[in-house]
């Protein structure tokens, strides 16, 4: 069975009540569940922290035993040189996703510290942005 987990950043445990026009008003733990139960195939682990630390020991953890690692840095996207060194540093392929459009938004969200070590990048389609990160890992 595949092994992939889903990496959340912070603030994305408050997904359902967050700024709901630009995140929906599902919750992370519902859309999992539902995820799961659709790629039964599949192991699907999850990760979320408000921490830059914790998502580095995290990678640094999965990132020799897991097949796919689906990473939302939200925010430390923009600025975290660190995350970007552990993926450069760990051998599971990384996919990054982002809920929204970031290149429809603010300029500082146009740059990410993740794409150039990513194998892919997937965003602005909502919740269905982790699906569609979660099938390039299927044969
Ligand atoms: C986000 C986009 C980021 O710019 C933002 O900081 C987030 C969420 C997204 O999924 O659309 O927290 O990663």
Redesign the pocket.
């Known amino acids: 069975m595949k092994k992939l987990i889903i990496i959340n ?4 445990n408050l997904l359902g009540k967050r700024e709901p026009e ?2 929906g008003s599902q919750t992370f733990t519902e859309y999992l569940s539902e995820i799961k139960k659709k790629y039964m195939s599949l192991q699907i682990d999850y990760f979320q922290s408000n921490i830059e630390g914790e998502l580095i020991d995290k990678l640094h953890e999965v990132g020799f035993n897991y097949d796919g690692i689906i990473l ?4 430390y ?2 600025t975290s040189v660190g995350m970007g060194d552990a993926i450069k540093g760990i051998e599971t392929p990384v996919v990054e ?4 459009n ?1 290149f429809g ?1 603010e300029a500082f ?1 146009h740059q990410s510290y993740i794409s150039p070590n990513a194998k892919g990048v997937i ?1 602005g389609f909502g919740l269905q ?1 982790y699906e569609l990160a979660i099938q390039s890992f299927l044969d």
């Open positions: 950043g912070p603030n994305l630009i995140y939302n840095a939200a925010a996207t923009h996703v982002h809920i929204s970031t938004r969200r965003l942005s």
